[in-house]
């Protein structure tokens, strides 16, 4: 009995990227492999290419839905999924070569999720964890941390296979709530229901390549609910701590680390990146990152160290007297000059 594979692909306004992403895939692939592109109300030519493509080949089924976010449309990608395993891929993405002749070693182990390196545009990407199968969550030891915060394997839906029994068992969808960190969320909830299984293959190889250098990515493009996702994510990162059976301490440190990175991620995007803004909301989130001691003092000490020391002062200036209106309406002038 073969194991089928469903490759789901939220598709909006990708008209100039989702064919690549679909070669990809299909590049070596299956024939039993089920590649399912969910147009979310795209306004552009993206629907029409996705009923083109899945004319063109029979492994592909086009769906469409409403316009509801990534989230939404791999959760309606998830609700079709026939596969034993399902693997998730932005439109603007690709998979490389050598993936699908480097799985069945890892699926003949039975994991719940198998993990796979990862390379971006903006540079490499190695994978914290070691080749090999972990029977348990709490056997990822340290790399449990740079997995979940700075590398970014547990926090994306990529590059990785879930197991669709247990997304069927436990139910799993992404909170449509959430435009942001709505696959973080995915990933603790699904490691959740994992403790009962063999847990994780890390299959050695790079075999995703992330484009964050496009003008969509998160990086590039300001918004201002990142606090928000945070506090929405936190309790199922508890739960999972809990679960892996962390000392209090440990469990504190990264609960902090969350917190505050969501801070800095959502400093950055207000101090770095051209958009509208009303003056009101700018100013409630410098107030609520510089409310919190721990985010307050990381912000100063980067801002201590920025070698433009020059351009630096209002932002030292900001945090140090903890004025939240000077901030907001030092970036919302200096945004208006910032290149698009």
């Known amino acids: 009995m073969t194991t089928r594979v469903t490759v789901i ?4 306004k990708a008209a100039g990227t989702l064919r690549r992403a679909a070669d990809s895939v299909l590049e070596s692939a299956p024939q039993d492999l089920e590649l399912i592109l969910v147009d979310d109300g795209s306004p552009d030519e993206t629907g029409k ?12 089924r086009a769906l469409h839905r409403p316009n509801g976010g990534a989230g939404a449309a791999r959760s309606t990608g998830l609700e079709a999924a026939s596969g034993d395993w399902v ?3 932005d439109a603007d993405d690709m998979l490389l070569p050598g993936l699908w002749a480097a799985l069945p070693t890892a699926m003949q182990d039975a994991p719940g999720m198998i993990l796979f390196g990862m390379t971006r545009a903006s540079g490499p990407a190695p994978c914290p964890l070691a080749p090999g199968r972990y029977d348990h969550v709490a056997d990822l030891g340290e790399a449990l941390d740079p997995l979940l915060f700075e590398s970014g394997y547990l926090a994306a839906p990529y590059p990785k296979l879930f197991r669709m029994d247990i997304i069927r068992q436990a139910n799993l969808r992404f909170d449509e709530r959430l435009k942001i960190n709505e696959d973080v969320l995915f990933n603790l909830d699904f490691l959740h229901f994992l403790q009962n299984s063999p847990a994780i293959f890390c299959l050695p190889g790079v075999y995703y390549k992330q484009n964050d250098m496009l003008a969509g990515s998160l990086s590039r493009r300001l918004r201002g609910d990142l606090l928000d996702a945070e506090r929405i994510t936190r309790p199922a990162l508890a739960r999972l701590l809990d679960d892996v059976g962390v000392s209090s301490a440990e469990r504190e440190r990264l609960l902090r680390k969350s917190r505050v990175r969501a801070a800095l991620n959502q400093y950055g995007l207000l101090t770095g990146c051209k958009g509208d803004m009303p003056f009101a909301r700018r100013r409630a989130l410098f107030a ?16 201590s160290n920025d070698p433009n020391r020059l351009l630096a002062l209002p932002y030292r200036l900001g945090a140090a007297l903890r004025a939240p209106g000077l901030l907001a309406g030092y970036t919302q002038i200096k945004n208006h000059f910032l290149p698009n």
């Open 9 to 12: 692909v939220p598709c909006y």
């Open 49 to 60: 290419l996705c009923d083109t493509l899945a004319g063109e080949d029979s492994r592909i």
């Open 87 to 89: 693997l998730f891929l």
């Open 288 to 303: 609520e990152i510089l409310s919190d001691p721990d985010a307050r003092q990381e912000l100063r000490r980067l801002l």
